[in-house]
């Protein structure tokens, strides 16, 4: 197929279903949220509250657009095209569904750019992520947001080399940095963190780690000190009006969807299950919604961590283990253990 | 070719803003377009490893840890740090003195046509614990010896 028309076939919905999904994300966050509170949460526009994100997003955009005198200007108003566009741009080289192929393997497809580097390449954009948050936060000229960026570069850095390493992991096992030899792989020595195989130790211990890894890249609760409402008010945001606000929130949220998925992909055989390979779809949609939901939870149960425990439980802990977890995996290769 | 030259004009263009800029932090925000711009060149040239690499270390790492120092030297109120553009006559001889070797080893070089395969992760790596394995392992000590190097700069003088 032309590859303008397969991007467009695949991409087109992949779009769709991150755009919605975080949307739907704002609304669910607030419903959970609220049933874990014991409160009603959104339950006035539309059904159980589902219209909540639409009504906000219209609200957003009637909202003044105020720009500090101070800023600025230039990068101020540049500053929020970025996040979701490089969260979207990683998506591109997920696998979202799994087809049988003549010789009886399983195939991962359903990719918008199977890249050779796939996994390479989501962690560079996860990298160039900081610069935006910081750009923002000084731009704004605004002592809280220069903090809460300086907050979001140390983190975003520091947290980044435990989730390189614990991806390599896979990429060990595999052989390869593109997500569909991760997936055919997994099809056929069983999930990376979860399988019968003694790599499968190594590999939940990876995935454990790049999860919470991944939380911090997101910003999550219990690693969002970047935007630590009670000492920061609301980090680099806190200039921001209307829809730019809405912007980097959005970006927040479809972060979330795409960790989640990316978690998935990595540790948990992406769009593998029982059943046939059609089910392979839904089979990755429900990994990523149990992670997703995972995440939520974490965040409404938790309270975040001081700034230097974040750096001492990174440096301390994360990435020692991980640099173990990576030697581990390649001696398990090297013994043919996995 | 013609995104090639579009691809190099942004790269001397966003060059010559990093020194042009008399803002410190929009120094570093064009260099940080340089080397995303060069990544790019990468990939045009089929090394799409090479341009991951350049994108996840000098982008992401590089840029990263400029912006630390930017953060780290405000010691006053105000985040506008003077960043003037002095000494152009030197500038521009050490420029010229560096453009004609450079112009030199650019005719010289053979022309090696069109690249057909790509340049994937494991030729890089191959080559590096194959041919290249002394330089490969002469790069780590270098890197070896300039954290110690930090590492005893940065130490407090009383233990």
Known sequence: MN???????????????????????????????????????????????LLQPV???????????IVPRAADR?????????????????????????TIDADGAVKATGVVADLDIGILWVMALAGLMVFPIWVAGWAANNKYTMLSGMRMVAQGISYEIPMVLCALVPVIFAGSLSLSDIVAYQAVHGWNALSLSPSAIVGAVAALLFFLASLAEANRIPFDIPEAESELIGGVMVEYTGIKFGIFMLAEYLHTIVASALTAVLFFGGPLGPGPAVLGLGWMLGKTLVLFVLIY???????????????????????????????????LVAGGFA | MTAFAVIAGIILASGLMVVRSENLVHSVLWLAVTLIATAVQFV???????????????????ITLMLFGVMLTIRDEGVD??????????????????????????????????MV????????????????????????????AAMIGAIVLVRRKDP
């Open chain 1, 3 to 49: 590859p303008i028309v397969h991007a467009l076939v695949i991409g087109v919905p992949l779009l769709t279903f991150l755009m919605g999904g975080a949307a739907l994300a704002t609304w669910f966050e607030r419903r959970f949220s609220g049933k874990m509170q014991t409160r009603w949460g959104p339950t006035v526009v539309g059904p159980a509250g």
């Open chain 1, 55 to 65: 009504a906000d997003a219209l609200k957003m955009m009637q909202k003044e657009d």
């Open chain 2, 44 to 62: 045009l040239l089929n090394a799409p490893f090479l341009a991951g690499m350049q994108l996840m270390l000098y982008t992401g790492g590089i």
């Open chain 1, 74 to 98: 230039t990068l101020f108003n540049l500053a929020p095209l970025f996040p979701p566009f490089l969260v979207i741009a990683s998506a591109a080289v997920i696998p979202f569904a799994a």
């Open chain 1, 297 to 331: 939870w974490i965040r409404w149960s938790l309270y975040r961590f001081r700034s230097d425990q974040l750096m001492d439980l990174c440096w301390r802990i994360l990435v020692p283990l991980s640099l173990v977890l990576v030697m581990l995996s390649a001696l």
């Open chain 2, 117 to 144: 395969d790509p340049i994937t992760a494991k030729d890089i790596g191959s080559s590096f614990l194959g041919p290249q394995l002394i330089a490969f392992e002469a790069l780590s000590v270098l890197l070896l």
């Open chain 2, 81 to 114: 740090i003077p960043n003037p553009s002095e000494g152009h006559l030197a500038g521009a001889g050490a420029a010229l003195a560096f453009l004609v070797p450079t112009l030199y080893a650019i005719w010289g070089t053979p022309d090696f046509g069109p």
